[in-house]
């Protein structure tokens, strides 16, 4: 039989002819009087096929609410809610596919064994929207046709009545549990009946209670785990595990898996109670479940961002209340293990030879390795970021899939040893970094099949042409923006050439920091004395090897702040040669990392001897501090001292090593310096006043005095003009103060650091 179809315009979808319904375009009037009631809109398939084709349909799927013959909002539509409805909130301790294959005594599913239930109740209720609850006695009879049990504990022992001992408190909020009527059950006063009332406990009257928290027809599922939650808590706070171990190793699996489903409601939720804020809100439960050290040791590490101690982990992981909690960190502990087995076959490679057998046995352990992460859930596919090894430093790559990974740790390895023993050309950064010196870890006597180096070998060709040579505007980070502008080419050649462009761009710097540290420490170090303080000479010599380090081209490679420390080292030690007072206020906890050590090792070439008294020969003796110690040592003793006695070398020398002292120790400091200023410029006038006559001298002591700067006053009383000459016996006179006034010059220009002029 053919079948009528529309055309041109008003043609209608086929799963439209397949219900017997016509899509047409209409005016409102039309609309309006196809929409009235008893009226129906002209069918476009033949009666007798159209109802074949529907019932076909339906019986497709006739359980599915989906289904396309069950319009949203229909009798049939309504009826399959309910049942899951009654099924989520009745059989959800039992297994869907237990409740799907399961048959009653007559032969009936569980799913029509509702639906002829809820029917019959609504047509005793007056028809649909008028059901009636299922009530007591229906489920008694459901269990008992279906034959299934309710979810207890396992291993619980039955106790007698007679044994239990709980009061009639106990016996009402358990009424409020089981109550028939189902706007007054609650597992409220039993949850608060738990936290409050309960101070200790009998074994008898703890096991009834466990029993009384099992789901039933009565108690819904959510009701029995909210009671066993709270019995959790009463299980900890008591110290149930200590004291009744048999009834806690019957009920320590269940009361796991309450308070795994717990935590998944919160997590699942969004809400803002994260994991550490549940755990300690129900500590008294989570802490009979795992270990608080195991716990606390894993969560300071996520808090400082780093990987979870594996012990701590694995113990969190045997229970599944732990699996919740770390899901997160155990698949990541689990790629990060991967990722160091494969590292450490890559390693075994390198040193018993790049065979093909070996290889091959690298990539099949690897692949068993693969399929197992895929069976725990990893995502194989996708642009995850990884840490790899290579040329001795962690670069974190975007490899597209876990086999990708673990063909570049195996690429990563191949190529730092090829880069070590020459077989690969260097690249321009390479080659400022190590020259032509083989890498540290990777030796040269270890030789790589060419099978494994010529797809690295045409990338890193391809990166050389597009960085050039090191020369005019040819920087480092000229070099770094022309390979990531040219970076599909190079990817195309190579996928793993992403380890060179990571190291390019990520830890170039890092290499020419190391090198940094290395370098300006030994210089530092080798300026220290033994047994002495560290004289100028030696000062001088470390200063002039800093400022060689500067004509490196690996200087231009570090990070900006590393370049900045060494440029300030350099100043202090320019000053400290020249007299003068570091002028940059800086101590050694207010400083960068790479700083504070310099600050650390310079400050090792104070040594001041300390008198002392060897216990055997009583003879006096020096032994020597240095460092902050000495510092402090001399400004206790300067301290004790006034500003006539202390010693203008021991201040110019704790001066130049002011960086270990304190904030307030170095305010002293200045003040006995501005005292030494002063002090030295009236010595200056005193020896101008002998010198010249009462006129000039008075002269000269006014303008001294009414200077308030210390310069000012220096330059008036150097410069002041004198009287007339004196002969005779004068002249010997004027040449011993004349000494005497250069002398006090240069110890002003030194306490000052300036320059006379």
């Known amino acids: 039989m053919e079948t009528e179809r529309w055309t041109g315009r008003n043609r209608r979808p086929f799963c439209a002819q397949l219900m017997g319904r016509a899509v047409r375009k209409q005016g409102p009037r039309a609309r309006a009087a196809t929409s009235r009631k008893g009226t129906s809109r002209p069918s476009l398939v033949a009666p007798d096929v159209s109802e074949q084709l529907v019932s076909l349909v339906k019986e497709s799927a006739p359980n599915d609410p989906t289904s396309p013959c069950e319009k949203k909002g229909s ?55 008028k059901r009636q609850y299922l009530n007591a006695s229906f489920w008694a009879e459901f269990f008992l046709a279906f034959g299934f049990k309710n979810p207890g504990f396992h291993g619980l022992k039955e106790v007698d009545a007679a044994d239990v001992t709980l009061n009639d408190e106990y016996w009402e909020v358990m009424g409020a549990c089981n109550s028939e009527n189902p706007t007054i059950r609650s597992e409220d006063p039993m949850c608060d009946f738990h936290k409050t009332k309960m101070k200790g406990i009998t074994e008898p009257n703890l096991i009834a209670l466990f029993h009384a928290s099992v789901h039933s027809r009565l108690v819904t599922l959510k009701m029995a785990y909210k009671m066993q939650m709270s019995l959790a808590r009463l299980c900890g706070r008591l110290e149930v595990p200590k004291r009744f171990p048999a009834t806690w190793k019957a009920v320590s699996e269940k009361l796991d898996s309450v308070l795994t489903w717990h935590w998944q409601q919160k997590e699942s939720q969004d809400s803002f109670v994260d994991r550490s804020i549940w755990v300690q809100t129900n500590h008294e439960a989570v802490f009979t479940m795992v270990s608080k050290a195991d716990f606390d040791a894993c969560e300071r590490a996520c808090a400082d961002k780093m990987d979870c101690p594996g012990d701590a982990l694995q113990s969190m992981l045997r229970t599944s209340l732990g699996q919740a909690l770390f899901h997160k960190e155990a698949r990541q502990y689990q790629m990060n293990s991967f990722i160091d087995r494969c590292h450490k076959r890559a390693d075994d490679l390198m040193h018993n030879g790049f065979t093909d057998e070996t290889v091959q046995g690298y990539h099949d352990a690897a692949d068993v390795e693969c399929n197992n992460l895929a069976a725990s859930g990893h995502k194989m596919f996708g642009g995850i970021q990884r840490q790899i090894s290579f040329l001795n430093f962690k670069v974190s790559v975007y490899p597209t899939s876990v086999y990708d990974l673990k063909d570049w740790i195996l690429a990563a390895v191949v190529r730092s040893v090829a880069i070590s023993n020459g077989q690969l050309p260097r690249l ?29 070998r045409n990338a890193r060709l391809v990166m050389s042409k597009i ?36 190291f390019l761009l990520q830890q170039v710097p890092a290499a020419a920091d190391a090198w940094a540290n290395e370098e300006v420490f030994r210089i530092l170090n080798d300026a220290a004395q033994p047994a002495k303080a560290t004289s100028k000479e030696d000062m001088m010599a470390c200063l002039n090897c800093l400022k060689l380090m500067k004509n490196d081209r ?15 080292i350099i100043l202090l030690l320019v000053s400290s040669q020249e007299g003068a007072a570091h002028r940059m206020r800086m101590t050694i906890s207010g400083t960068s990392t790479f700083m504070q050590r310099a600050l650390d090792c310079m400050g090792a070439w ?40 202390r010693e203008d070398a021991d201040l110019l020398q704790l001066r130049n090593f002011q960086w270990l002292l304190g904030g307030h120790s170095r305010d002293m400091l200045d003040t006995w310096i501005e005292e030494l200023v002063r002090k030295t410029k009236q010595e200056i006038v005193n020896t101008l006043m002998i010198a010249d006559d009462p006129s000039t001298a008075s002269a000269s002591s006014t303008a001294a ?25 004068a002249s010997k006179k004027q040449k011993t103060s004349d000494t005497g006034i250069v002398s006090m010059k240069e110890k002003m220009m030194k306490i000052c650091c300036g320059k006379a002029t």
């Open 428 to 456: 321009p950064w390479e080659k400022v970094l190590w020259e032509s010196r083989p890498l540290q870890h990777f030796g040269m006597t270890v030789a790589v099949p060419d099978s494994l180096l010529s797809h690295g």
């Open 606 to 645: 104070l040594k001041i001897a300390v008198p002392g008294k060897k216990a055997s020969t009583k003879l006096a003796v020096s032994n020597f501090v240095q460092g902050q110690a000495a510092a402090h040592f001399l400004f206790i003793k300067l301290d004790k001292l006034d500003v006539h006695h």
């Open 554 to 568: 690996r200087y231009a490679c570090l990070p900006n702040t590393t370049g900045q420390d060494i440029d300030a």
């Open 75 to 129: 009798k049939v539509w309504t009826m399959q809610r309910d049942i899951d409805r009654i099924i989520k909130g009745k059989l959800g301790f039992v297994d869907p596919l237990e409740i799907q294959s399961r048959r009653s005594d007559k032969g009936i599913s569980v799913r029509e064994y509702l639906e002829v239930a809820l029917t019959e109740n609504g047509v005793k209720g007056g028809g649909a929207g």
């Open 467 to 502: 960085a050039g040579d090191w020369g005019p505007g040819r920087t480092l980070a000229v070099m770094q923006r022309d390979i990531t502008s040219h970076q599909k080419d190079i990817l195309d050649t190579d996928r793993s050439a992403s380890l060179e462009i990571a």
């Open 705 to 729: 005095s009414s200077s308030g700067s210390g310069a000012l006053a220096l330059k008036v009383t150097m410069f002041a003009p004198s009287a007339k000459k004196a002969v005779g016996p």
